[in-house]
């Protein structure tokens, strides 16, 4: 199992920048991919951006070329830089870990999950 635990959530502006971190503990050996999804309340979780073990990212196409994910192994933690951030941005951002070489979109292919971190844009 994995422990995944999400920072650098908050308020900003609309056009503004955050940049969110997930630090992964635990069983961190082998092959695996990372998620950012979101969940605003009323709606289903859904995928943001996805990392493999490998580098190859994945985003959304509400995101893309506004966010960018990547990953620090030697730190075990993955980022997610979020520019230009819009009024539909604003949700609970999680990270998630599943051991594949590939990169899931489906929340459900997730095995581990962080807490979560609040992202608010103000317009």
């Known amino acids: 199992q994995v422990h995944l635990v999400e920072s650098g959530g908050g308020l900003v502006q609309a056009g503004g920048s955050l940049r969110l971190s997930c630090a992964a503990s635990?069983?961190?050996?082998?092959?695996?991919?990372m998620g950012w999804f979101r969940q605003a309340p009323g709606k289903e979780r859904e995928f943001v951006a996805g990392?493999?073990?490998?580098?190859?990212?994945y985003y959304a196409d509400s995101v893309k070329g506004r966010f960018t994910i990547t990953r620090d192994k030697a730190k075990n933690t993955v980022y997610l830089q979020m520019n230009n951030l819009k009024p539909e941005d604003p949700a609970g951002y999680y990270c998630?870990?599943?051991?594949?070489?590939?990169?899931?979109?489906?929340?459900?292919?997730?095995?581990?999950w962080g807490q979560g971190t609040q992202v608010t844009v103000s317009s």
């Open positions: 998630a870990a599943v051991r594949s070489t590939l990169v899931p979109r489906a929340p459900t292919r997730y095995a581990d």
């Open positions: 635990g069983r961190t050996f082998g092959s695996y991919a």
């Open positions: 990392i493999s073990w490998s580098g190859n990212t």
